[in-house]
Protein backbone atom coordinates (compact mmCIF):
# COMPACT_ATOMS: atom_id res chain seq x y z
CA UNK A 1 0.00 0.00 0.00
CA UNK A 2 1.25 3.90 -0.75
CA UNK A 3 0.64 7.23 0.62
CA UNK A 4 1.34 10.37 0.38
CA UNK A 5 1.71 13.19 2.69
CA UNK A 6 0.57 16.71 1.62
CA UNK A 7 2.62 19.16 4.76
CA UNK A 8 1.54 22.23 5.76
CA UNK A 9 2.57 24.76 8.46
CA UNK A 10 5.85 24.88 10.76
CA UNK A 11 8.47 22.89 10.45
CA UNK A 12 7.97 21.63 13.81
CA UNK A 13 4.62 19.87 11.80
CA UNK A 14 7.31 18.96 9.23
CA UNK A 15 8.74 16.71 11.85
CA UNK A 16 5.31 15.38 12.73
CA UNK A 17 4.89 14.00 9.38
CA UNK A 18 8.51 12.77 9.12
CA UNK A 19 7.89 10.89 11.98
CA UNK A 20 4.51 9.44 10.62
CA UNK A 21 6.71 8.59 7.87
CA UNK A 22 8.79 6.63 9.71
CA UNK A 23 5.74 4.53 11.68
CA UNK A 24 3.52 4.08 8.17
CA UNK A 25 7.30 2.90 6.41
CA UNK A 26 8.11 0.23 9.27
CA UNK A 27 4.26 -1.16 9.33
CA UNK A 28 4.99 -1.79 5.30
CA UNK A 29 3.93 1.44 3.53
CA UNK A 30 5.26 2.81 0.76
CA UNK A 31 5.69 6.38 0.67
CA UNK A 32 5.12 8.37 -2.81
CA UNK A 33 6.12 12.30 -3.89
CA UNK A 34 3.59 14.65 -5.32
CA UNK A 35 4.53 13.97 -8.57
CA UNK A 36 2.94 10.15 -8.07
CA UNK A 37 0.07 10.74 -5.48
CA UNK A 38 -2.37 9.50 -7.93
CA UNK A 39 -0.68 5.98 -7.29
CA UNK A 40 -1.02 6.77 -3.32
CA UNK A 41 -4.19 4.69 -1.65
CA UNK A 42 -4.16 6.92 1.09
CA UNK A 43 -3.45 10.80 0.67
CA UNK A 44 -2.89 12.81 3.91
CA UNK A 45 -3.07 16.30 4.51
CA UNK A 46 -1.05 17.07 7.30
CA UNK A 47 -2.93 20.46 8.56
CA UNK A 48 -2.00 23.60 10.42
CA UNK A 49 -4.28 25.26 12.46
CA UNK A 50 -2.49 28.12 13.94
CA UNK A 51 -4.48 31.32 12.10
CA UNK A 52 -7.63 31.46 10.13
CA UNK A 53 -5.89 31.73 6.30
CA UNK A 54 -3.94 28.59 7.44
CA UNK A 55 -7.07 26.56 9.07
CA UNK A 56 -8.62 27.52 5.65
CA UNK A 57 -5.59 25.95 3.42
CA UNK A 58 -5.49 22.87 5.07
CA UNK A 59 -9.53 22.27 4.82
CA UNK A 60 -8.95 23.36 1.25
CA UNK A 61 -6.28 21.02 0.15
CA UNK A 62 -8.42 18.22 1.45
CA UNK A 63 -11.49 19.53 -0.67
CA UNK A 64 -8.98 19.35 -3.78
CA UNK A 65 -7.53 15.99 -3.29
CA UNK A 66 -11.25 14.48 -3.40
CA UNK A 67 -12.41 16.71 -6.49
CA UNK A 68 -9.34 15.30 -8.38
CA UNK A 69 -9.43 11.82 -6.92
CA UNK A 70 -12.90 10.60 -5.65
CA UNK A 71 -11.94 7.59 -5.38
CA UNK A 72 -8.93 7.86 -2.74
CA UNK A 73 -9.30 7.77 0.54
CA UNK A 74 -8.14 10.96 2.32
CA UNK A 75 -6.63 11.47 6.13
CA UNK A 76 -6.69 14.80 7.64
CA UNK A 77 -3.62 14.76 10.57
CA UNK A 78 -1.70 17.42 12.25
CA UNK A 79 -2.95 20.45 14.19
CA UNK A 80 -6.27 21.28 12.76
CA UNK A 81 -7.53 17.95 13.15
CA UNK A 82 -6.57 18.06 16.82
CA UNK A 83 -7.82 21.45 17.37
CA UNK A 84 -11.10 20.99 15.58
CA UNK A 85 -11.20 17.32 15.80
CA UNK A 86 -15.61 17.02 16.68
CA UNK A 87 -16.40 19.43 14.47
CA UNK A 88 -14.27 18.65 11.62
CA UNK A 89 -15.82 14.80 11.32
CA UNK A 90 -19.39 16.78 11.16
CA UNK A 91 -18.51 19.60 8.35
CA UNK A 92 -15.77 17.94 6.42
CA UNK A 93 -16.99 14.45 5.03
CA UNK A 94 -14.58 14.80 2.01
CA UNK A 95 -11.84 13.33 4.51
CA UNK A 96 -11.98 9.85 5.70
CA UNK A 97 -10.23 10.17 8.90
CA UNK A 98 -8.30 12.75 11.48
CA UNK A 99 -5.35 11.89 13.42
CA UNK A 100 -3.86 14.86 15.90
CA UNK A 101 -0.48 15.28 17.21
CA UNK A 102 -0.61 13.88 20.73
CA UNK A 103 -0.17 10.52 19.46
CA UNK A 104 1.03 10.64 15.58
CA UNK A 105 1.69 6.33 15.96
CA UNK A 106 -1.98 6.15 15.23
CA UNK A 107 -1.41 7.05 11.80
CA UNK A 108 -1.16 3.14 10.95
CA UNK A 109 -4.45 2.35 12.31
CA UNK A 110 -5.87 5.43 10.13
CA UNK A 111 -4.18 4.73 7.06
CA UNK A 112 -5.43 0.77 7.85
CA UNK A 113 -8.79 1.46 8.89
CA UNK A 114 -8.98 4.04 5.72
CA UNK A 115 -8.07 1.22 3.00
CA UNK A 116 -10.17 -1.22 4.84
CA UNK A 117 -7.24 -3.33 5.29
CA UNK A 118 -6.52 -5.96 8.82
CA UNK A 119 -3.11 -4.33 10.51
CA UNK A 120 -0.27 -6.67 10.71
CA UNK A 121 -0.47 -8.27 14.12
CA UNK A 122 3.52 -8.32 13.70
CA UNK A 123 3.60 -4.51 14.06
CA UNK A 124 3.58 -3.33 17.51
CA UNK A 125 2.55 0.83 17.80
CA UNK A 126 2.19 1.41 21.51
CA UNK A 127 1.07 4.93 22.18
CA UNK A 128 3.89 7.14 22.40
CA UNK A 129 4.00 10.64 24.24
CA UNK A 130 4.41 13.95 22.36
CA UNK A 131 7.94 13.88 22.05
CA UNK A 132 8.86 10.20 20.81
CA UNK A 133 10.43 9.31 17.62
CA UNK A 134 11.42 6.23 15.55
CA UNK A 135 14.84 5.17 16.01
CA UNK A 136 16.18 8.83 16.88
CA UNK A 137 17.00 10.93 14.06
CA UNK A 138 16.61 7.89 11.44
CA UNK A 139 13.28 8.92 10.37
CA UNK A 140 12.80 10.02 6.55
CA UNK A 141 13.01 13.65 5.71
CA UNK A 142 11.35 16.28 4.09
CA UNK A 143 14.12 19.29 4.15
CA UNK A 144 16.16 20.61 2.09
CA UNK A 145 19.76 18.43 1.34
CA UNK A 146 21.93 18.50 4.35
CA UNK A 147 19.91 19.89 6.64
CA UNK A 148 17.72 18.34 9.43
CA UNK A 149 15.09 19.72 12.15
CA UNK A 150 15.50 18.55 15.68
CA UNK A 151 12.69 18.79 17.36
CA UNK A 152 14.23 19.69 21.44
CA UNK A 153 10.53 20.45 22.95
CA UNK A 154 6.66 19.92 22.68
CA UNK A 155 4.11 22.71 23.29
CA UNK A 156 4.07 25.83 25.04
CA UNK A 157 3.35 27.61 28.41
CA UNK A 158 4.01 31.54 27.58
CA UNK A 159 0.42 31.47 27.06
CA UNK A 160 0.27 34.86 24.83
CA UNK A 161 -2.90 36.01 24.63
CA UNK A 162 -3.14 36.04 20.65
CA UNK A 163 -1.96 32.35 20.42
CA UNK A 164 -3.57 29.17 19.84
CA UNK A 165 -0.59 26.95 20.11
CA UNK A 166 -1.06 25.40 23.98
CA UNK A 167 -4.52 24.99 22.88
CA UNK A 168 -3.55 22.52 20.25
CA UNK A 169 -0.09 21.20 21.16
CA UNK A 170 -0.39 21.49 25.22
CA UNK A 171 2.48 23.10 27.61
CA UNK A 172 5.59 22.84 27.09
CA UNK A 173 7.17 19.60 27.59
CA UNK A 174 10.62 18.92 27.42
CA UNK A 175 12.93 16.23 25.93
CA UNK A 176 15.40 14.78 27.57
CA UNK A 177 19.87 16.17 26.61
CA UNK A 178 21.18 12.60 26.10
CA UNK A 179 17.73 11.63 23.35
CA UNK A 180 18.67 14.93 21.67
CA UNK A 181 22.21 14.48 21.57
CA UNK A 182 22.04 10.84 20.19
CA UNK A 183 19.23 12.00 17.81
CA UNK A 184 22.44 14.88 16.88
CA UNK A 185 24.95 11.75 16.61
CA UNK A 186 22.08 9.88 14.17
CA UNK A 187 21.85 12.55 11.87
CA UNK A 188 25.56 13.77 11.69
CA UNK A 189 26.05 10.09 10.96
CA UNK A 190 23.58 10.42 7.64
CA UNK A 191 25.76 13.40 6.18
CA UNK A 192 23.63 15.73 7.94
CA UNK A 193 25.58 18.99 8.35
CA UNK A 194 22.83 21.31 9.61
CA UNK A 195 21.29 20.54 12.51
CA UNK A 196 17.95 23.16 12.91
CA UNK A 197 16.76 23.61 16.96
CA UNK A 198 13.51 24.04 17.00
CA UNK A 199 10.51 24.47 19.94
CA UNK A 200 7.55 26.51 20.05
CA UNK A 201 10.24 28.66 22.46
CA UNK A 202 13.74 27.04 22.41
CA UNK A 203 14.63 29.26 25.10
CA UNK A 204 12.24 27.54 27.74
CA UNK A 205 13.85 24.36 26.71
CA UNK A 206 14.15 22.60 30.15
CA UNK A 207 11.55 25.15 32.01
CA UNK A 208 8.81 22.59 32.72
CA UNK A 209 11.25 20.67 35.10
CA UNK A 210 14.13 23.38 35.91
CA UNK A 211 13.94 27.12 37.33
CA UNK A 212 15.99 28.02 34.46
CA UNK A 213 16.19 27.69 30.70
CA UNK A 214 18.44 24.33 29.93
CA UNK A 215 19.29 25.47 26.60
CA UNK A 216 22.75 26.54 27.77
CA UNK A 217 23.46 22.94 28.90
CA UNK A 218 21.81 21.10 25.89
CA UNK A 219 24.21 23.56 23.61
CA UNK A 220 27.33 22.60 25.57
CA UNK A 221 26.73 18.91 24.96
CA UNK A 222 26.38 19.64 21.36
CA UNK A 223 29.74 21.04 21.16
CA UNK A 224 31.22 18.53 22.29
CA UNK A 225 30.50 16.42 19.33
CA UNK A 226 33.21 16.49 17.03
CA UNK A 227 32.48 17.02 13.34
CA UNK A 228 32.24 20.31 10.62
CA UNK A 229 28.43 20.74 10.71
CA UNK A 230 26.11 23.76 11.80
CA UNK A 231 23.87 24.31 14.66
CA UNK A 232 20.68 26.80 14.29
CA UNK A 233 19.05 28.58 16.99
CA UNK A 234 15.29 29.02 15.75
CA UNK A 235 12.37 30.62 18.22
CA UNK A 236 13.94 32.02 21.29
CA UNK A 237 11.23 34.15 22.64
CA UNK A 238 12.60 37.30 23.83
CA UNK A 239 11.23 37.82 27.49
CA UNK A 240 13.55 34.84 28.85
CA UNK A 241 16.23 34.38 26.34
CA UNK A 242 19.06 32.84 28.30
CA UNK A 243 21.76 35.19 27.72
CA UNK A 244 24.58 32.60 28.35
CA UNK A 245 24.23 30.90 25.32
CA UNK A 246 26.29 33.75 23.58
CA UNK A 247 30.09 32.69 25.19
CA UNK A 248 28.99 29.32 24.59
CA UNK A 249 28.24 30.43 20.83
CA UNK A 250 31.71 32.76 20.78
CA UNK A 251 34.02 29.41 21.66
CA UNK A 252 32.06 27.12 19.28
CA UNK A 253 31.58 29.18 15.40
CA UNK A 254 29.52 25.84 14.73
CA UNK A 255 26.45 27.20 16.72
CA UNK A 256 25.52 29.66 14.56
CA UNK A 257 25.35 33.19 15.09
CA UNK A 258 21.58 33.54 13.83
CA UNK A 259 18.70 34.49 16.01
CA UNK A 260 15.14 33.97 15.42
CA UNK A 261 13.38 35.93 18.15
CA UNK A 262 9.55 36.82 17.59
CA UNK A 263 8.71 40.25 19.20
CA UNK A 264 6.07 40.75 17.52
CA UNK A 265 5.31 43.92 18.66
CA UNK A 266 7.31 47.31 20.76
CA UNK A 267 4.04 49.10 21.92
CA UNK A 268 4.25 48.50 25.77
CA UNK A 269 0.18 48.75 25.70
CA UNK A 270 0.08 45.79 22.70
CA UNK A 271 3.08 44.09 24.61
CA UNK A 272 1.02 43.94 27.71
CA UNK A 273 -1.80 43.08 26.38
CA UNK A 274 -0.30 40.14 24.34
CA UNK A 275 0.80 38.69 27.93
CA UNK A 276 4.62 39.47 27.24
CA UNK A 277 6.63 40.82 29.49
CA UNK A 278 8.78 42.91 27.75
CA UNK A 279 9.25 46.66 26.12
CA UNK A 280 10.95 48.55 23.46
CA UNK A 281 13.69 49.19 25.71
CA UNK A 282 14.84 46.31 26.85
CA UNK A 283 14.40 44.40 23.75
CA UNK A 284 17.14 46.98 21.97
CA UNK A 285 18.79 46.32 24.85
CA UNK A 286 18.94 42.89 23.86
CA UNK A 287 19.67 43.28 20.59
CA UNK A 288 22.55 45.40 21.53
CA UNK A 289 23.80 42.42 24.61
CA UNK A 290 24.62 39.82 21.35
CA UNK A 291 25.59 42.18 18.61
CA UNK A 292 28.10 43.46 21.39
CA UNK A 293 29.08 39.90 22.18
CA UNK A 294 28.45 38.51 18.51
CA UNK A 295 29.07 41.30 16.21
CA UNK A 296 28.82 38.86 13.26
CA UNK A 297 25.04 38.39 14.47
CA UNK A 298 22.19 37.59 12.17
CA UNK A 299 19.07 38.61 13.37
CA UNK A 300 14.85 37.61 12.13
CA UNK A 301 12.40 38.67 14.03
CA UNK A 302 8.34 38.29 13.18
CA UNK A 303 5.54 41.72 14.46
CA UNK A 304 2.42 41.15 14.38
CA UNK A 305 0.09 43.78 12.92
CA UNK A 306 -3.04 44.52 13.80
CA UNK A 307 -3.93 42.87 17.53
CA UNK A 308 -6.69 44.57 19.21
CA UNK A 309 -6.99 48.42 20.18
CA UNK A 310 -3.59 48.54 18.04
CA UNK A 311 -4.05 52.61 17.81
CA UNK A 312 -1.54 55.11 15.10
CA UNK A 313 0.32 55.51 17.94
CA UNK A 314 0.87 52.38 18.52
CA UNK A 315 2.05 51.57 15.25
CA UNK A 316 4.29 54.02 15.13
CA UNK A 317 5.90 52.57 18.26
CA UNK A 318 6.46 49.34 16.00
CA UNK A 319 7.89 51.32 13.05
CA UNK A 320 10.31 53.54 15.57
CA UNK A 321 11.32 50.35 16.78
CA UNK A 322 11.50 48.92 13.17
CA UNK A 323 14.49 51.38 12.60
CA UNK A 324 16.35 51.30 15.77
CA UNK A 325 16.53 47.43 15.62
CA UNK A 326 17.79 47.20 12.45
CA UNK A 327 17.28 43.51 12.23
CA UNK A 328 18.24 41.63 9.03
CA UNK A 329 15.06 39.97 8.35
CA UNK A 330 11.78 40.44 9.63
CA UNK A 331 8.61 38.25 8.77
CA UNK A 332 5.00 40.16 9.61
CA UNK A 333 1.52 38.74 9.84
CA UNK A 334 -1.75 40.36 10.39
CA UNK A 335 -4.11 39.26 13.40
CA UNK A 336 -6.13 36.63 13.70
CA UNK A 337 -8.71 36.03 15.98
CA UNK A 338 -8.94 32.48 17.39
CA UNK A 339 -11.23 31.07 19.72
CA UNK A 340 -10.25 29.84 22.59
CA UNK A 341 -7.50 32.51 23.20
CA UNK A 342 -7.47 35.38 25.80
CA UNK A 343 -7.40 37.68 23.09
CA UNK A 344 -9.93 36.46 21.47
CA UNK A 345 -12.81 38.52 23.84
CA UNK A 346 -11.18 41.76 23.21
CA UNK A 347 -12.86 44.89 22.35
CA UNK A 348 -11.79 47.44 19.46
CA UNK A 349 -10.56 44.69 16.97
CA UNK A 350 -8.90 46.04 14.30
CA UNK A 351 -10.20 46.61 10.71
CA UNK A 352 -8.39 44.10 8.55
CA UNK A 353 -7.99 46.36 5.62
CA UNK A 354 -6.31 48.09 8.46
CA UNK A 355 -3.99 45.60 9.72
CA UNK A 356 -3.09 44.63 6.09
CA UNK A 357 -1.97 48.14 5.29
CA UNK A 358 0.36 48.61 8.50
CA UNK A 359 1.76 44.87 7.51
CA UNK A 360 2.27 46.23 4.19
CA UNK A 361 4.46 49.60 5.28
CA UNK A 362 6.65 47.72 7.62
CA UNK A 363 7.28 44.62 4.51
CA UNK A 364 8.13 47.74 2.38
CA UNK A 365 10.32 49.41 4.96
CA UNK A 366 11.81 46.56 5.72
CA UNK A 367 13.30 45.53 1.97
CA UNK A 368 15.67 48.67 2.27
CA UNK A 369 17.05 47.08 5.67
CA UNK A 370 17.84 43.52 4.62
CA UNK A 371 19.09 44.66 1.46
CA UNK A 372 21.37 46.98 2.87
CA UNK A 373 21.91 44.51 6.04
CA UNK A 374 23.36 41.64 3.31
CA UNK A 375 25.92 44.05 1.59
CA UNK A 376 28.05 43.52 4.77
CA UNK A 377 28.55 39.73 3.54
CA UNK A 378 30.17 41.48 -0.45
CA UNK A 379 33.89 40.23 0.07
CA UNK A 380 34.12 38.22 2.58
CA UNK A 381 34.54 33.99 2.32
CA UNK A 382 32.19 32.09 3.89
CA UNK A 383 30.67 28.42 3.78
CA UNK A 384 27.93 27.73 1.59
CA UNK A 385 25.75 24.35 2.08
CA UNK A 386 25.19 23.69 -1.48
CA UNK A 387 21.46 22.67 -1.52
CA UNK A 388 20.88 22.18 -5.95
CA UNK A 389 22.02 23.25 -9.42
CA UNK A 390 19.82 25.41 -11.53
CA UNK A 391 19.52 25.78 -15.47
CA UNK A 392 20.67 28.83 -17.03
CA UNK A 393 19.91 29.67 -20.27
CA UNK A 394 23.63 30.26 -22.50
CA UNK A 395 25.89 29.86 -19.67
CA UNK A 396 28.11 28.18 -21.29
CA UNK A 397 31.07 26.92 -19.40
CA UNK A 398 29.53 27.89 -16.27
CA UNK A 399 27.46 26.48 -13.74
CA UNK A 400 24.83 27.65 -11.08
CA UNK A 401 24.22 26.42 -7.92
CA UNK A 402 21.96 27.35 -4.94
CA UNK A 403 23.30 27.28 -1.28
CA UNK A 404 22.71 29.23 1.73
CA UNK A 405 25.30 31.17 3.97
CA UNK A 406 25.15 30.94 7.98
CA UNK A 407 23.00 34.32 7.80
CA UNK A 408 19.97 32.60 5.63
CA UNK A 409 17.97 29.77 7.21
CA UNK A 410 16.29 27.52 5.28
CA UNK A 411 13.33 28.09 3.12
CA UNK A 412 12.44 31.84 5.32
CA UNK A 413 15.43 34.20 4.06
CA UNK A 414 17.46 34.80 1.11
CA UNK A 415 19.63 32.23 -1.05
CA UNK A 416 23.53 32.60 -2.14
CA UNK A 417 23.80 31.77 -5.95
CA UNK A 418 26.85 30.43 -6.95
CA UNK A 419 28.48 30.62 -10.22
CA UNK A 420 31.18 27.93 -11.10
CA UNK A 421 33.74 27.62 -13.59
CA UNK A 422 35.34 24.17 -13.11
CA UNK A 423 34.28 21.04 -10.66
CA UNK A 424 30.80 20.72 -9.39
CA UNK A 425 29.65 20.85 -6.39
CA UNK A 426 28.32 18.51 -4.39
CA UNK A 427 24.56 18.80 -2.99
CA UNK A 428 24.36 18.94 0.85
CA UNK A 429 27.95 19.80 1.70
CA UNK A 430 29.67 23.00 2.56
CA UNK A 431 32.13 24.88 0.04
CA UNK A 432 33.85 27.63 0.78
CA UNK A 433 33.18 30.91 -1.52
CA UNK A 434 33.46 34.33 -2.17
CA UNK A 435 30.52 36.77 -1.96
CA UNK A 436 30.62 39.00 -4.43
CA UNK A 437 27.40 40.69 -5.10
CA UNK A 438 24.07 40.82 -3.93
CA UNK A 439 20.65 40.88 -5.87
CA UNK A 440 17.69 41.71 -3.88
CA UNK A 441 17.96 39.81 -1.13
CA UNK A 442 19.80 37.44 -2.53
CA UNK A 443 23.44 36.76 -2.67
CA UNK A 444 26.33 36.10 -5.24
CA UNK A 445 29.34 33.94 -4.58
CA UNK A 446 31.95 32.10 -6.43
CA UNK A 447 33.72 28.66 -4.78
CA UNK A 448 37.64 29.86 -3.94
CA UNK A 449 39.15 27.06 -6.14
CA UNK A 450 37.24 29.01 -9.50
CA UNK A 451 40.12 31.44 -11.29
CA UNK A 452 37.32 33.81 -11.44
CA UNK A 453 38.35 33.75 -7.03
CA UNK A 454 41.39 34.37 -7.98
CA UNK A 455 41.20 37.87 -8.62
Not at 147 to 160: L, Q
Not at 285 to 303: D, G, M, N
Request: negative net charge; charged residues 25%; glycine residues 6%.
Amino acid sequence: MRYYIDPFGCVKNQVDAENMMAHLNNAGWESVGAEDAETADVIIVNSCGFIESAKQESINAVLEWRKHYPGKKIIMAGCLAQRYAEELTEILPEADGFIGVEDIAKIIHAAAKAVNIKQNADIVSPPLDRLQTIKQGERPLLSLPGSAYIKISEGCSNCCSYCAIPLIRGSLVSRKIPDIIEECRALLSRGIVELNIIGQDIGAFGMDTSEDSQLPKLLKAISALEGNFWVRLLYIHPDHFPLQILEIMEKDPRILPYFDIPFQHASTKILAAMKRHGSPETYLALLKAIRTKLPQAVIRSTFLLGFPDETEEDFAALLDFQEKANLDWLGCFAYSREEGTSAYSLKKQVPAKTAEKRKQIIEERQIQITEKNMERFIGLTQEVLIEEQIAAADSGDEEFWLGRLYCQAPDIDGAAVITSSRDALQIGTFTKCKVIARRGFDLEAIPLNNHAAVS
